[in-house]
């Protein structure tokens, strides 16, 4: 059975949320600018509207925050990998969410996500708190 790709979930405003996902992707043609995209392990967030009480949520195309990025480059797919970086993940999503807050240093989001040291960034503490994310 595959992991869900969904591994945090902020609510930054009453009716906007930010979610931060982790997933195996096996290459091809990225859509967006018809480059070639490696295969590996990568981590995205988006920014999405939803309406409190609803299910329904719609995407914030272009926000500052929104986007994708290659965490480990792998030939052929590791659960291991995977696994690596859903949990630095889950252990670290306030910073990370702190990181896209104060305009996001992605060489220091990219360090995050691969164990190597990182500089942490100062976590106010009027900041929404973040949920963890439904399996």
Do not use: C
């Not at 969904?6 to 930010?18: D, G, M, P, Y």
């Not at 043609?29 to 009480?53: A, C, H, M, R």
């Not at 052929?76 to 859903?86: D, G, I, Q, T």
């Not at 164990?115 to 973040?130: K, T």
Request: no cysteine; charged share 25%; net charge negative.
């Amino acid at each position: 059975m595959p992991m869900p790709t969904l591994v945090h979930t902020k609510h930054l405003t009453e009716t906007n949320i930010r979610e931060l996902s982790v997933y195996y992707d096996k290459g091809g043609v990225n859509y967006w600018n018809y480059d070639q995209k490696p295969k590996g392990i990568y981590f995205s967030t988006g920014l999405y509207e939803q309406v409190p009480g609803s299910g329904i949520k719609s995407w914030k195309t272009g926000q500052p925050g929104d986007g994708y990025v290659l965490v480990t480059p792998l030939e052929r797919y590791s659960r291991k990998a995977l696994r690596l970086v859903r949990e630095r993940v889950e252990e670290h999503a306030d910073q990370i969410h702190a990181m896209f807050d104060h305009g996001g240093n992605v060489e220091n989001l990219k360090a995050l996500l691969r164990g190597e040291e990182f500089a942490p960034v100062e976590i106010d503490g009027d900041q929404a708190p973040a949920e963890p994310a439904e399996a």
